[in-house]
């Protein structure tokens, strides 16, 4: 059984290996800044999912310059994406966001550009703005849909439901960027079943890319509070492993799989311990799939 790995699709495009470059631009979230919440979603810490690769003060042309740098030096890379990791990038007035976006795109060594966001989070303008990248640029879009579940969406004090993300996914598509979703299995309010129809939904609609995440626990979260009470039972690596055979198996083999295990931050995340060893767990995914 064979998947098509972001990797794969972008040397396929490109003719050689494309990395991305993650920034962040101080972006903040509505279910963080009060408008929804002060809270946020139960899961996300301090640094809104980012890896922490650079100090917030920098600007986005010295965050790609340090990419850059770094990556050619360690890889040989010559060709990048940038990546708008860091809470929900697409938060600003529009005017605001096509000064970021312009200013990540000016160097010529950037070929494309991806934008993390929630799906509640866009409109017709901020649309209009990232489809006019699309004839230059690969131009991806990615929602944090976690799931379709809206009982799930309540328990992680997501602030949104599925229905939102649908309408954003349908509006986003017409204009003809490409849609990464995230999903995170192993909530607590779902069963296998749960999570597989998550995915029977995603291949329905024929999502470009998915991105999967293993539900982990971070310090300084009320997840933390929830993992610490013993309220809540995490995935094992064995399970997880399971679950996403069977979703790779529902996907279209042309679903770009931009990630099937992350390495749950590794020098903060405090469960599961296992998320650590992240290429032992793709190993064992690939060798279930074979």
Request: neutral net charge.
């Amino acid at each position: 059984m064979k998947y098509y790995p972001l990797s794969s699709y972008l040397k396929d495009k490109f003719g050689e290996k494309v990395y991305k470059i993650t920034l962040d631009a101080g972006f903040t979230c509505p279910n963080r800044d009060g408008t929804i919440s002060d809270i946020g979603c139960i899961f996300c810490d301090d640094g809104g999912s980012f890896s922490q690769a650079h100090p917030r003060h920098l600007s986005i042309s010295e965050q790609i310059d340090i990419g850059i740098k770094s990556q050619h030096a360690r890889f040989g890379a010559n060709k990048f994406m940038a990546y708008f990791q860091a809470f929900s990038n697409t938060y600003k007035p529009t005017e605001e966001l096509k000064k970021i976006y312009t200013e990540a795109l000016k160097n010529p060594q950037i070929v494309g550009i991806s934008i993390g966001t929630r799906p509640d989070c866009v409109d017709d303008e901020k649309l209009d703005l990232i489809a006019s990248f699309t004839p230059k640029y690969e131009t991806w879009i990615e929602y944090g849909l976690q799931t379709i579940h809206d009982k799930s969406l309540i328990w992680m004090n997501r602030g949104h439901n599925y229905e939102v993300f649908e309408k954003a996914y349908f509006e986003t598509k017409k204009r003809g960027i490409k849609v990464c979703t995230h999903i995170i299995l192993g909530l607590p309010t779902e069963t296998k079943e749960d999570m597989l129809k998550t995915i029977e939904k995603i291949a329905e609609l024929k999502v470009d890319g998915v991105k999967f995440h293993a539900l982990c626990v971070m310090p300084n979260t009320p997840l933390e509070k929830m993992y610490n009470s013993g309220n809540i039972k995490l995935l094992s690596e064995d399970a997880y492993v399971d679950i996403i055979c069977e979703a790779v198996k529902i996907l279209p083999q042309n679903t770009i799989i931009h990630r099937l295990c992350g390495n749950g931050y590794s020098k903060t995340m405090l469960a599961p311990l296992w998320l650590n060893n992240k290429w032992e767990t793709l190993n064992k995914i690939n060798a279930k799939l074979a």
